[in-house]
């Protein structure tokens, strides 16, 4: 059994990418699947200045310790303005300021969703080109468009095609465990 660590790119308590992590994971029942829910995890903004005079916070540290003993890691990023959060850049700065290679051992599947019918695509796309910069392998990626009419919390990802999509992305990143 695999351990995975499971978050969304998105510190808001309303994040459609934490509600589809959350399904994830529980499709992922026969691993060891622990998902964080990243709005209990507030970061300061990154600066060398910041960092200099308070150093890294526990939280952080715990946080960076945990990515490095996971087996995998399932990440799905949110989008503004084709790019992924602030939120989540300002953690990646931060991660990597405590090990630039963090991400060296757990293989990533990378999802991306959003209420348009491009499914924050281009924020995944960033995302996996920076991920690799920091040691990371993204062995599989899903996109959903059209969260709202493409989601329901019971039932999972509504169309077929989607959710053939999907599940081969799960498959695919199990294997590589």
Known sequence: MAAILAFAGSNSSTSINYKLISYTANQLSDQNTTVL?????????????????NGFSNSLVELCNDIKKSDGL????????????????????WL???????????????MATSGGKRGAQSSMEVTEKL?????????????????????????????SALR??????????????
Do not use: C
């Open 37 to 53: 829910n990243m709005a209990l995890f507030p970061f300061p903004m990154y600066s060398a200045d910041y960092e200099k005079e």
């Open 74 to 93: 399932v990440i799905s990023v949110n989008e503004h303005n084709g790019n992924p959060s602030a939120y989540f850049k300002n953690l990646i700065d």
């Open 96 to 110: 990597s300021r405590v090990d630039r290679n963090f991400l060296a051992k757990p293989k990533i599947l990378l």
């Open 131 to 159: 991920l690799g910069r920091f040691g990371g392998e993204v062995v599989a990626t899903f996109s959903l468009p059209s969260f709202y009419e493409q989601f329901d919390a019971e039932a999972g990802i509504k169309d």
């Open 164 to 177: 053939k999509n999907y599940e081969a992305a799960i498959n695919t990143f199990v294997s590589k465990l």
